[in-house]
């Protein structure tokens, strides 16, 4: 079992539509990030939190530390949202580890 | 601020030979971190420098190797390349140690081993 886990791997919008992806991890942890990454290969950190929720223009996350999930919701979905979310958790502070990734496309 | 660099973004080499990839952190950031992606396995850390000490090293073989320097660029190394070493390589930087710290990523090198 992967130590964190991400769903669904693929998921389809369309424009306008409300966006939820979920992350799920089994180690205990300081942080959790959510990345973005468009095709082309670049990342882009889109939160880091440790408690409660965060708020950034259309991008929402949450994170509920006793339950180990945290959830990336996208308002108003547009076509330049398609890319892949990726959480990542500090593995003792060591190193990070991965999701697998959700791969999204949202269509006009 | 200019964001982290990485050279070169792309790189053809053929197995056997070895390559170095270069990592440029944003001005004033003391940790760089490398990760490779490929297809099948995802995203996975290879190691940590923080003020020239590798701190933390990921579970790759002996040929994958790295070095910063006192200005925190940062170099990482693969010696006798394998076909399964085509990846993206990505670079973050980050003003602390650790990883409960907001973290910037570079834009990748794309390495492929022919």
């Known amino acids: 079992k992967n130590e964190v886990e991400q769903s669904p791997q693929n998921l389809t919008a369309q424009e306008g539509e409300f966006i939820t992806i979920n992350c799920s991890y089994s180690?205990?942890?300081?942080?959790l990030h959510w990345l973005q990454q468009h095709p082309g290969g670049g990342i882009v950190s889109l939160f880091m939190?440790?408690?409660g929720k965060k708020k950034h223009g259309r991008l929402i996350a949450t994170i509920n530390i006793q339950e180990k999930h945290s959830s990336l919701h996208i308002t108003a979905s547009h076509p330049r949202d398609s890319a892949v979310y990726i959480c990542?958790?500090?593995?003792?502070?060591?190193?990070?580890?991965f999701g697998t990734g959700t791969r999204l496309q949202v269509f006009p | 601020k200019a964001g982290v660099t990485q050279t070169p973004r792309y790189l053809i080499k053929t197995r056997g030979q070895q390559v170095t990839l270069s990592c440029s952190p944003i001005?004033?950031?003391?940790?760089v971190s490398w990760y490779q992606q490929t297809p099948g396995q995802g995203l996975q850390f290879l190691f940590e420098?923080?003020?020239?000490?590798?701190?933390n090293k990921g579970n790759f073989p002996g040929r994958f190797s790295g070095r910063q320097f006192s200005n925190s660029r940062s170099e990482m190394n693969v010696s006798t390349l394998e076909l399964g070493d085509s990846a993206l390589y990505l670079c973050?930087?980050?003003?602390?140690?650790?990883?409960?710290?907001?973290?910037?990523f570079g834009p990748g090198t794309r390495l492929t081993v022919l």
């Open positions: 973050a930087s980050s003003s602390l140690a650790r990883f409960n710290n907001e973290q910037f």
């Open positions: 180690v205990g942890i300081s942080a």
């Open positions: 939190l440790s408690s």
């Open positions: 990542a958790v500090p593995y003792n502070t060591d190193k990070l580890i």
């Open positions: 001005s004033g950031h003391r940790s």
């Open positions: 420098y923080f003020s020239e000490t590798q701190r």
